[in-house]
């Protein structure tokens, strides 16, 4: 197997929008030269692409996909040949890129970067890359499904921000993300004419009168949380308790309908597939009859057995207003209370996590509060920035 042949299977996938026919001859291929794992990874996803999968069909789909992924997944992001922090993968190919650094030889020099063609969201965050990074990236990127770019934090000015509305390999770009760099009228300008794509949200960290943060820096600061602060906690969980297969994080807001009300945070651990809202904060004996947790002997919750963790029992940072009320408020159940007898009845999902090291921020429930300031205990701090 040669990295070219490689790269001429990605190009064709890339441009093969929502086909899986090439990714399936890419599977045999891979058979074919000694790379099975890969090429039922790539088909088990394809098939969970796929509709009119029954329940079943499609649970034996995911935790088949899940097995792979624990067993291959860090030596499939290590040969992408490039620093890769995170990665999630769609029909068995890399859709979202979250990279550590910023490589020192270029992004497009490594023969690897092929893999980069499937991409549409790619994350570079807080790099540092500077103006010079940005041309070079602006001047080789092929990236012909990139819809999402993160370039928050990276010492861009008006300089760079120029050369990248001269990138003619970024076509379907529509989201792009700036703030936290010196980027002024002039790169603006640039950038909201440029005729190289079609961005419809270029977010310069400008939140609205009554918001704390604009879309972006919230959409960044929740994923930074989850990174740095929740994941390893989760991790731990995972080394302790080997059964433990998935954890999700829930989220309430109490009391009232207003946006400037507590936030509160729960986990559930789970030796299930994905857990389940039936699990309770359960005393003694009870324990045996939480379904998360069947046979795992959990006694670490504040609630003596239960799979509900409090954040604050987990030892994670979660200040109720001033860190959860801009990050997590939108996730609030309508109608929750704080007298509830299910904890399905007030919180709700916000994030699920897998034992392989990957997590995905579940759909929100009232986006319009994303972001929204708290009326408690004054601006928000830097550490959620």
Request: charged content about 25%; some cysteine.
């Amino acid at each position: 197997m040669t990295a070219s042949d490689e790269a001429n299977f990605l190009r064709a996938i890339a441009t093969g929008d929502q086909d899986s026919l090439p990714r399936l001859v890419h599977a045999d291929w891979l058979d074919e030269h000694g790379n099975p794992a890969r090429a039922e990874f790539i088909r088990t996803q394809c098939a969970l692409a796929s509709e009119g999968l029954s329940a079943e069909r499609r649970q034996s789909l995911r935790i088949r996909e899940r097995e792979l992924l624990d067993q291959h997944r860090q030596a499939w992001c290590e040969a992408f040949g490039f620093p890769v922090e995170d990665a999630q993968f769609e029909r068995g190919y890399p859709e979202s890129l979250r990279q550590s650094e910023w490589p020192s030889r270029g992004f497009f020099e490594s023969p690897a970067s092929a893999y980069l063609s499937t991409v549409t969201e790619l994350d570079l965050t807080g790099l540092r890359c500077g103006d010079a990074g940005i041309a070079d990236f602006a001047e080789h990127a092929r990236l012909p499904r990139l819809r999402k770019l993160l370039l928050n934090g990276n010492g861009i000015t008006d300089t760079g921000a120029s050369a990248l509305a001269q990138a003619s390999g970024l076509p379907a770009l529509e989201s792009l993300y700036l703030f936290h760099n010196a980027v002024g009228s002039a790169g603006r300008t640039a950038l909201e004419n440029s005729d190289r794509f079609r961005l419809g949200n270029l977010d310069f960290g400008e939140p609205a009168a009554g918001y704390s943060f604009s879309p972006g820096q919230t959409d960044v600061a929740r994923r930074e949380f989850l990174r740095t602060r929740l994941l390893p906690v989760i991790r731990g969980y995972f080394t302790k308790y080997p059964r433990l297969q998935s954890a999700m994080l829930c989220v309430a807001q109490y009391w009232s309908d207003e946006a400037d009300d507590a936030v509160h945070g729960r986990v559930v651990v789970s030796e299930l597939f994905e857990p389940t809202m039936e699990g309770v904060e359960a005393y003694g004996d009870d324990a045996a009859r939480d379904p998360n947790i069947p046979n795992t002997p959990f006694k670490e919750s504040e609630y003596h057995g239960g799979s509900c963790i409090s954040l604050w029992g987990a030892g994670v940072p979660w200040d109720e207003n001033n860190r959860a009320v801009p990050l997590w408020a939108a996730f609030a159940p309508e109608g929750g209370h704080q007298e509830y007898g299910a904890i399905s009845e007030v919180y709700a999902p916000a994030v699920m996590f897998y034992r392989h090291g990957g997590y995905t921020i579940l759909p929100m429930l009232r986006p319009q509060l994303d972001g929204v300031r708290s009326e408690w205990g004054g601006e928000l701090g830097e550490e959620a920035e």
